[in-house]
């Protein structure tokens, strides 16, 4: 093989990296469904009193950051603002649940006691 066609077959695969590489970056699109999912987690949230957690307002500045990334087509940016925003969104609704949860045993050991205080009474 000469060192011409040598240097074609060497040059071939880096270009043709070149041009996947540059490619892809180039046909990227905005992470919309994401985005989708992480405003219906943070509505989620937002139900279940998850208001009152650092991490839901994190979750909103977040996306509405990532947004902004979208508009200004930096699609990179908002892919990874949306994924943080969506683990924001899923953290403040667990400690709602755990919240909940917490209230939600208080009261059942509270009508315990209630009904143990009834049944000591009527035994007497």
Not at 15 to 32: E, H, R, V, Y
Not at 69 to 87: T, W
Not at 108 to 119: A, N
């Given at each position: 093989?000469?060192?011409?066609?040598l240097?074609?077959?060497?040059?071939?695969?880096?270009?043709?990296?070149?041009?996947?590489?540059?490619?892809?970056?180039?046909?990227?699109?905005?992470?919309?469904?994401?985005?989708?999912?992480?405003?219906?987690?943070?509505l989620?949230?937002?139900?279940?009193?998850?208001?009152?957690?650092?991490?839901?307002?994190?979750?909103?500045?977040?996306?509405?950051?990532?947004?902004?990334?979208?508009?200004?087509?930096?699609?990179?940016?908002?892919?990874?603002?949306?994924?943080?925003?969506?683990?924001?969104?899923?953290?403040?609704?667990?400690?709602?649940?755990?919240?909940?949860?917490?209230?939600?045993?208080?009261?059942m050991?509270?009508?315990?006691?209630?009904?143990?205080?009834?049944?000591?009474?009527?035994?007497?």
């Amino acid at each position: 093989m000469t060192t011409k066609k040598l240097r074609h077959w060497v040059g071939m695969p880096i270009m043709i990296g070149s041009f996947i590489l540059f490619g892809g970056c180039a046909s990227k699109q905005p992470p919309t469904e994401k985005m989708a999912t992480t405003e219906a987690f943070i509505l989620n949230a937002q139900t279940k009193d998850a208001r009152d957690y650092v991490e839901l307002r994190q979750a909103q500045d977040k996306l509405e950051q990532a947004k902004t990334a979208v508009q200004q087509k930096d699609y990179e940016l908002a892919e990874r603002l949306a994924d943080q925003s969506l683990m924001d969104a899923k953290l403040a609704e667990a400690k709602a649940d755990a919240a909940s949860s917490r209230k939600a045993a208080v009261e059942m050991q509270k009508s315990i006691e209630t009904l143990q205080r009834e049944v000591e009474r009527a035994t007497r």
